[in-house]
């Protein structure tokens, strides 16, 4: 089993920024790639971003390129999504996601975390 710990969501106001954490522990080996997905109100969960532990290409979705920015601590296990210029279109709860292989896929994440808000005032 793999454990995620999601922090740092919260309210901000449009052009803010915030930094969400995810914790992994547990069997972390059996994980190779690490994502953060959202689910506004009303709306499908789509994926974010995502990332390797190790080194290789990391992925965007359309709607936050150029203003997120995941990264990751490996020696923590854990994975950062840095959220500028923040929409209140990018209100939603934000799960991180846990799985052993494709980055894009959503139903190849076979671990998640129990969300964490983030909530954009206009």
């Known amino acids: 089993q793999v454990q995620l710990v999601e922090s740092g969501g919260g309210l901000v106001q449009a052009g803010g920024s915030l930094r969400l954490s995810c914790a992994a522990s547990?069997?972390?080996?059996?994980?190779?790639?690490m994502a953060w997905f959202r689910q506004g109100p009303e709306k499908e969960r789509e994926i974010v971003a995502a990332?390797?532990?190790?080194?290789?290409?990391?992925y965007y979705g359309d709607s936050v390129k150029g203003r997120f920015t995941i990264s990751r601590d490996n020696a923590k296990q854990t994975i950062f999504l840095q959220m500028n210029n923040l929409k209140p279109e990018d209100t939603a709860v934000y799960y991180c996601?846990?799985?052993?292989?494709?980055?894009?896929?959503?139903?190849?994440?076979?671990?998640w975390g129990q969300g964490t808000q983030v909530t954009v005032s206009s």
């Open positions: 547990g069997r972390t080996f059996s994980t190779i790639a």
């Open positions: 990332i390797r532990w190790n080194s290789g290409p990391i």
């Open positions: 996601a846990a799985g052993p292989g494709s980055l894009v896929v959503s139903t190849s994440y076979n671990y």
